[in-house]
């Protein structure tokens, strides 16, 4: 086996204060430090004088591609992803790098807070219940199947969190979803808009799904949506697990 | 408003490099620690000579509601809660006593690393696309509406996140949710099964949906069903996002 490793550490939403021990543990144990460069400056401070290689957006593969080469190399490499890693993250391309190249290097995946859970902390506890996870990126999946996966989340009743809601050239998206929605649920269901969630610039907004075109929601966005039984109340919005009280 | 306060703290999967900073910080500054026993013991030494109330399982209401006291007495509480505290965890029920009783108590929900995401990590990048997080136990939940979940899942091609899968009395639900899922998905469908994900004890097991049943689980268990590009090669379970590798 190569002596190198890798971490793909999960830096939980951008605050240092929700990341975990193990994934400070793992940057700082690493000789190289490999992200998308918004998230390399998140962890600044960690790094020291490590080497940095920031790369921008939409160059995944070849900064997995990267990062198995200094691995193979005998490093240790940190290959940061914001939120929970294994969840729209850095962790399933760089398993499927290292598979394709036959590579024996080790690979620890270091999980964090996702940020459906720490949007859903900014506002209360909306996602207590059984919940579906849906990007709304038709980047990399057929509109089509996720239109279906967004009626059956719907018809299920299932609280829902929305990644990538919208992006800049991206915006009709969410109008789609919100009209599946309504076909199953009532238009008083409860909707957390929830910007930057547990870093600096949070932003919250409680409304429901007949209001919730009338506010800003972009790519720092997270959109919780409620189930039957969510309600809004104290400032909170709250899905409940079931107890009697 | 009291001077107390409520911390519901996400204390992840229970070693304590996976618990984040601002966990660990708010059960220091408690001046009462209350949870569930086995959940306290994974916290003990943080907690130093600060006060303990430790209490059993079925038991949530009660605890809620000690909590608020307390905090209504202007204490500083955390109430502790495995994984993340907003999914199947503390934070919703702490709400809704707090709303019952209109205390103007302030909350905070201090967001954890939840189970699926500790065990997807376990076994490598698993609910890497859109996914759902399903609860088998029908303690708090209609049988019927968690069959029509998990079939309705299984017809959206979700990766699937099962917890609370089998007790020791509760053995059927997941006999019945595979056979749901074999009428949608492949018997060949990648399998995940994680005990004690990310703390002491930890077990991986990877299989599929034909051989599942073959193997333990339990109420420290949880399943990750594939979507159906799922694969496992290498020792690890992956499902890809779609990138041209």
Not at 204 to 229: A, H, K, Q, R
């Amino acid at each position: 086996m190569s002596n190198g490793k890798i971490y793909v550490v999960g830096i939980g939403p951008g605050d240092k204060k929700h990341m975990t021990f193990r994934a400070v543990e793992a940057i700082k144990e690493s000789d190289i430090i490999i992200g998308y460069k918004k998230y390399i400056e998140l962890v600044n401070d960690l790094i020291d004088d490590k080497k940095i290689v920031s790369s921008q957006m939409k160059k995944e593969v070849e900064r997995c591609e990267k990062t198995l080469e200094y691995a193979e190399d005998g490093k240790t490499v940190a290959l940061v992803s914001s939120g929970d890693a294994g969840v729209y993250g850095m962790a399933g391309i760089m398993l499927e790098i290292v598979l394709k190249h036959k590579s024996d290097v080790e690979v620890e995946i270091v999980p964090g807070v996702s940020a459906s859970n720490a949007s859903a902390a900014c506002v209360g506890a909306p996602l207590m219940h059984d919940f579906v996870t849906i990007s709304l990126s038709d980047l990399l999946t057929d509109w089509s199947l996720i239109e279906k996966r967004l009626r059956l989340a719907a018809e299920g009743d299932f609280s829902v969190a929305i990644y990538n809601p919208k992006s800049k050239k991206r915006t009709e998206q969410i109008v789609i979803a919100r009209d599946i929605f309504l076909k199953h649920k009532d238009k008083s269901t409860p909707v957390a808009i929830v910007r930057n969630a547990k870093r600096e610039g949070e932003e919250t907004i409680l409304t429901d799904l007949e209001n919730m075109l009338n506010f800003d929601i972009d790519m720092f966005t997270t959109v919780i949506i409620g189930n039957s039984n969510s309600y809004i109340d104290g400032g909170k919005m709250v899905t409940p697990r079931g107890y009697k009280i």
